[in-house]
């Protein structure tokens, strides 16, 4: 036995027009950015901001740690290039 297909009822609701942004939204929009950077204000004058020796002495401990962990790959890079061309080409 062949199950026929069934349609969809029609819809009896009428298709929603286009919206545009009515007066209200226009007028609000430039209020809107203007609390947005009062309110950003506000956040950035919460924050607890590093001295300037902290910000010097943890600059110079991300140099530090990117050398070392660079110096450490570049020799790993080096031996395992070694280690391939006498294993490889041998």
Known sequence: MAVKPTAKPASK??????????VLARRL???LGVRFVQEVIAELKKVTWPSRDEVVRLTLVVIVVSVAVGALLG??????TWLMEQLLLS
């Open 75 to 80: 020799a790993a890079d080096l031996v395992f």
């Open 29 to 31: 929009r430039p209020r």
């Open 13 to 22: 609701t009428r298709p929603r027009p286009e919206r545009r942004p009515g």
